[in-house]
């Protein structure tokens, strides 16, 4: 096989094998709209605190299937709840619900 120099860093590779999926799997129970999400970005393009605080319920989304919480506490301490990705969400998500949900998950767990 030919060397070209490059593979996958570590920090871009993930376990699915090794992922704590306790705070993902409490969500769809709790609001089986997640399990709907088709990742368009329509939530991400809309959102007001976006580009500052990096906020984006489908990244949420994808970190939570990964694992990552610190990641997706990090964005969530950014929603201003303005409900903006609700309105052009085109499955209908209540995106407002499922950030709220998550919270009160996080809440739930650090007890």
């Known amino acids: 096989m030919i060397d070209f120099g490059f593979g996958l860093a570590p920090s871009s590779s993930v376990n699915l094998d090794e992922v704590d999926l306790s705070r993902y799997d409490a969500l769809v129970r709790m609001e089986p709209d997640a399990l709907i999400c088709m990742g368009c970005g329509s939530c991400t393009a809309t959102c007001t605190a976006g580009p500052w605080s990096g906020m984006s319920v489908r ?46 998950i996080k809440t739930e767990n650090a007890i």
């Open 59 to 104: 990244k949420v989304l994808l970190a939570l299937q990964r694992g990552q919480h610190a990641e997706v506490d990090r964005m969530m301490s950014g929603c201003m709840l303005c409900g903006k990705c609700q309105m052009v969400c085109p499955r209908g998500i209540n995106t407002r619900h499922l950030i709220l949900s998550l919270q009160r």
